[in-house]
Every structure is written in C-alpha cells, then in structure tokens.
C-alpha cells in the first residue's frame, strides 16, 4: 500500500475517518385522546445536544404533527432532531413514543376502542330509561331496557377512535348500580315493602 498504511483500511497513519450518523433520540408523548380523534399540532420544547458534548444543550422549539388515528406506542418521527453526526455524518432522528394520556371520561382498549361508565340508581336499572351518555363523537341517548343487570356492557358502534378507511372503534358503555348513602323512613319502608312482596331471591 502506497504511503506505507494497511492495505485493509484497518488503522495506521493513512486511515480516513468515515462520516457517521448521530445517535437518535427517544422519548414518550402523552397525547389526549381528542387529539387521536382529530389530528394537531404541537409545540415542543426540545433541548438538543450540539457538535460540543461539553456545551450547555440548545433549547428550541419544534412543532410536532401528530396524525389522526395515531395508536398508544406507536412512534412519530422527527428527522434530523437527534445528535449530531461526526466527520459530517447525517444527524440523529427523534423518535416520540406515543403514550394516551388517561381521560376523565373513558379507558381505551385495543387500538381502536373505549370503554366508559355509566352508574344507575336501582329503581333505574329495574325500570329502564333513556339517559344521556357523552362520546367522542358527541352525545347520544343511550336506552337501558327494564331490569339491566351490574357490569353489563352495551355496545356503540362507531363511537370510539379512528381506524384505517375512515372507519371508527366503538364504545363500550359499563354499568354500575349504586345505592343511596342512606334512606329516609319513607324509602326505608319502600325497601321493606318491596322485599316482603318481591320473589326474587339473589342466592338462591
């Protein structure tokens, strides 16, 4: 080899420095489930790594795309927002994992659905009623048929996030029945009256 250096390119005076790429970045994103729902924009503020390791890290600010339909762990990617490369090697990428920040309203379950809960009185369950239940669509009336039991699960098609082909997951709606702290002598009496004339034996 000419100049007197390895021949395979492994070390010694003559051996050139190849441009190499920077190391990427990872990090959660907490997204609400409104912007799964629509599609945003974000702002974040990014304190990136500059060629100088010992240099105080530069604080800008990036706007992140966050796509409709988007699932809990899926990455967004930033190109060109991770560490610097060396000997003029291409910058790192950022990579922004998607964690669904929890909702006051609903639980998401899969990739698509959501789950919801909805408590009754027991007069409610056993009668039956239309009731109101928030979406993420918007609101709906909901009909709960004559004696509906605890934890069942009703089912609205379409009414959970976004998938593939515009087409949507659907909300599951969970039942619950609660009682009254305490009763007056008048529904204490309704209670008793109610259980001498019922027939219904729960653990029988």
């Not at 994103?29 to 790594?49: D, F, K, S, W, Y």
């Not at 009731?131 to 009703?154: C, D, F, R, W, Y």
Request: hydrophobic share 30%; aromatic share 4%.
């Amino acid at each position: 080899a000419r100049g007197g250096g390895d021949p395979f390119g492994y070390g010694g005076p003559q051996r050139a420095s190849r441009p190499t790429k920077g190391q990427d970045i990872e990090a959660d994103l907490l997204v609400r489930i409104e912007e799964v729902m629509n599609g945003a924009t974000r702002e974040i503020r990014l304190a990136r790594p500059g060629s100088d390791p010992t240099a105080p890290r530069k604080e800008s600010t990036i706007r992140v795309k966050i796509p409709k339909g988007i699932n809990e762990g899926q990455n967004i990617r930033c190109a060109g927002m991770g560490y610097p490369g060396s000997n003029g090697g291409k910058t790192g990428d950022l990579y922004l994992k998607v964690r669904l920040e929890r909702h006051p309203e609903y639980r998401v379950r899969g990739k698509s659905d959501l789950v919801s809960d909805l408590v009754l009185a027991p007069w409610e369950a056993a009668l039956g009623l239309k009731v109101p239940v928030s979406t993420p669509h918007g609101a709906v009336a909901l009909t709960i048929k004559p004696n509906t039991q605890a934890t069942t699960e009703m089912r609205l098609r379409g009414k959970g996030l976004p998938k593939k082909n515009d087409e949507f997951g659907d909300l599951y709606v969970s039942v619950s029945i609660a009682l009254p702290e305490s009763s007056t002598d008048e529904e204490t009496k309704l209670w008793e009256k109610l259980q001498s004339i019922s027939s219904f034996r729960p653990r029988e």
